[in-house]
Nanobody, 119 residues
Framework: VQLQASGGGLVQAGGSLRLSCAAS????????MGWFRQAPGKEREFVAA????????YYTDSVKGRFTISRDNAKNTVYLQMNNLRPEDTVVYYC?????????????WGQGTQVTVSS
């Protein structure tokens, strides 16, 4: 599966953005999906995941209550709604297929999308 993230941009602290990740292929609904992010010089970190039918979601502690992951299997797309953004959310965001129970990514990283939050 090939993944393409989009929707990043520049926003002020406290603002919102919605990221999208479009997937190729006809088996999108078979995959658990996740969002990750990476700051320069740091390891990529897990942000959120959603199970293949959308019923269960997971979040890293720093985004709980601010970010919401969702998916539309008819559109082969997973979303990340980011509210109350903070300057420390300024990184490149990537999407990936993930596996249970580890939520580790199992697809090659496509092009990420840059989010910049100004203070």
């Amino acid at each position: 599966v090939q993944l393409q993230a989009s929707g990043g941009g520049l926003v002020q602290a406290g603002g919102s953005l919605r990221l999208s990740c479009a997937a190729s292929g006809r088996t999108f609904s078979s995959y658990h999906m996740g969002w990750f992010r990476q700051a320069p010089g740091k390891e990529r970190e897990f942000v959120a995941a959603i199970m293949r039918l959308g019923g269960t979601t997971y979040y890293t502690d720093s985004v709980k209550g601010r970010f919401t992951i969702s998916r539309d299997n008819a559109k082969n797309t997973v979303y990340l709604q980011m509210n109350n953004l903070r300057p420390e959310d300024t990184v490149v965001y990537y999407c990936a297929v993930v596996i249970m129970p580890t939520l580790n990514p199992v697809t090659s990283w496509g092009q990420g999308t840059q989010v910049t939050v100004s203070s």
